[in-house]
């Protein structure tokens, strides 16, 4: 360790122990109960003159960059803020909606992990990636991929195969891998390391993707740019929380600055029940156990209106992870039902004239419940992160592609393996 580095313009460190780690390092040896963390060269919050996502290059891994509409969006509520009683509300919309000059071409947050993350591999030697996903991270890979023409192996359970979509012709760039009979994104990051470690294949890492974290956490930076301050809360639904973790890892490196004077914006995460892993370990004070009662965990994931939301394996008790985030900035996490998420969407859309995803209205859920509990200051500000809007207002301006199967396989490992063996050996 210490004697490999990601080049001048960052390095790659334990958020534990501190010790320098390779560029594309998810994992420290000493500390594999840790997040790795990106620290930057450059310490000032400097901007280049675009307004895409690369306005933020300094504090992205990759040295390059591309030209894309892909970005954090930030707008001042007035007639949401005016309903909820709310001095200062802002809107991150991480959508598809051009009357916002919102153009993230998949249609959520997820396009501002996948070209950070690209980049930065083909930068350092990596000739392929491996991921799994629940559908939205499919999307932006499968994208990103094609404009970069970098190989990509996705591995998706069948429920979510449907959902793997692109705004351009699909290319061999991709290899969309789908679980057959299966719904569970746990089965799928399992099978998806193996067939990393199994081929060779670059893994992307997920949560432990500096690349992935700190192009979500540009949304931060964007309300930092617009309001010269932090906000005071910040609300967002989370399967992983790994979002939530960018967040708060981009407000420490604003404070860090000296220019922002804040305290870390309070976070205020969001579940869809009856699948709530990640509130149900912070408000009991234990931890995640991911294997215990799969059956149960799997229907509970089947009834939520919200299926991007549902991720058996969180990074919660890592250091620098979840829980780490919501002590830090004495957070709070909420339970939403599907008929509060779907009263939030119908609100969303008749206050701001723009539609929502699911995951979206259980964020606007939470923070209704926050205002009711009184853990939200009406006269503070607050920054709702709307990560999402589905694909309907896409749909009206861009032919939608699905990504064609490239290999259907049993859900079990070994089975997976046995097939892929063969499909590899091509």
Not at 5 to 31: F, N, Q, S
Not at 310 to 321: H, I, V
Request: glycine share 8%.
């Amino acid at each position: 360790m210490g004697e490999e580095a990601a080049g001048t313009k960052l390095r790659i460190v334990c958020a534990k122990c501190g010790d320098t780690l390779a560029p594309l390092a998810h994992v420290c040896p000493r500390c594999p109960d840790a997040l790795p963390r990106a620290e930057y060269a450059e310490k000032r919050f400097v901007m280049q003159d675009r307004g895409d996502i690369f306005r933020f290059a300094a504090w992205l891994p990759a040295e390059a960059t591309v030209e894309t509409t892909i970005g954090p969006t930030v707008f001042r509520s007035e007639q949401l803020a005016e309903t909820l009683g709310l001095t200062e509300l802002s809107v991150a919309f991480s959508g598809y909606a051009p009357e916002v000059t919102a153009r993230n071409v998949t249609g959520t947050f997820k396009d501002f992990e996948a070209l950070p993350t690209l980049l930065y591999l083909r930068e350092h030697g990596a000739t392929g990636v491996v991921l799994a996903s629940a559908g939205n991270t499919a999307r932006a890979f499968a994208y990103a991929a094609g404009v970069l023409g970098f190989p990509t192996t996705i591995v998706v359970p069948e429920a979510a195969a449907a959902s793997v979509w692109v705004p351009a012709r699909p290319t061999e760039d991709v290899r969309l891998i789908v679980l057959a009979k299966s719904a569970d994104y746990a089965t799928a990051i399992r099978l998806a390391g193996a067939i990393a470690a199994r081929y060779g294949i670059h893994p992307e890492g997920g949560a432990r993707n500096v690349a992935r974290r700190d192009g979500m956490g540009t949304t931060i930076l964007e309300y930092a740019r617009i309001e010269r301050r932090l906000p005071r809360h910040y609300v967002q639904a989370v399967g992983s929380g790994t979002g939530a973790i960018a967040a708060w890892e981009a407000a420490l490196r604003l404070q860090a600055t000296g220019e922002f004077g804040d305290p870390a914006p309070q976070l205020h995460l969001a579940q869809n029940v009856p699948f709530t892993p990640i509130h149900d370990a912070w408000t009991a004070g234990e931890e995640i156990e991911p294997e215990r009662d799969v059956e149960g965990q799997l229907r509970r994931i089947a009834a939520i209106t919200a299926p991007v939301l549902a991720n058996r394996t969180p990074p919660f008790a890592l250091e620098g992870g979840v829980r780490a985030a919501l002590r830090a900035t004495g957070g709070h996490t909420y339970a939403v039902t599907n008929s509060e998420i779907e009263a939030a969407q119908r609100l969303f859309e008749e206050r701001e004239g723009l539609r929502i995803g699911p995951e979206s209205g259980a964020a606007l859920a939470a923070l209704c419940q926050g205002l009711a509990l009184g853990w939200i200051d009406r006269a503070e500000s607050v920054l709702l992160h709307v990560t999402g809007n589905g694909d309907a207002v896409l749909r009206r301006d861009v032919a939608l592609r699905p990504v064609p199967v490239w290999r259907r396989v049993p859900p079990e490992r070994d089975a997976a393996l046995q097939a892929l063996d063969r499909a590899f050996a091509r």
